[in-house]
């Protein structure tokens, strides 16, 4: 349930298409950060959250990456997520993030990828 103070704007989940996992991947190949984009655009997303692909988050040797934003929240991108045990627990942590009137989601409550494959915290853009 949201918060009061929670703007109505959406939660994007951007999602690096182009994510190799460090790995050599021939070009015909269907990518670790695609198959991860593919999986979570298949299931039922929480209320408020959009999943859009991207070319490149530029976190290539460590894993797939994945970035949270919206409105006036802090960004947040995390890396090291795989495109096959993930997915469900990236959309739970999605929802805690939408929850938020500032994207800050209270450290107990993160999910615990979450807590140890934080590449970056990005402060909102003052209006």
Avoid at 37 to 42: C, I, K, S, V
Avoid at 108 to 114: C, D, N
């Amino acid at each position: 349930m949201r918060d009061q103070a929670t703007p109505s704007y959406p939660t994007e989940l951007l999602v690096c298409v182009k994510c190799r996992r460090g790995r050599e991947i021939p070009e015909e190949e269907r990518r670790p950060g695609q198959a991860l984009f593919e999986a979570l655009d298949a299931l039922a997303l929480p209320e408020g959250v959009r999943v859009t692909p991207v070319d490149c988050l530029q976190n290539c040797d460590y894993g797939c990456t994945i970035a949270l934003r919206g409105g006036a929240r802090w960004t947040y991108v995390f890396a090291n997520v795989d495109q096959v045990a993930d997915p469900d627990m990236i959309l739970d942590g999605a929802a805690l993030y939408h929850a938020t009137a500032d994207g800050l989601i209270p450290w107990r409550t993160r999910p615990e990828h979450f807590k140890r494959n934080c590449v970056a915290r990005i402060p909102p853009m003052e209006s």
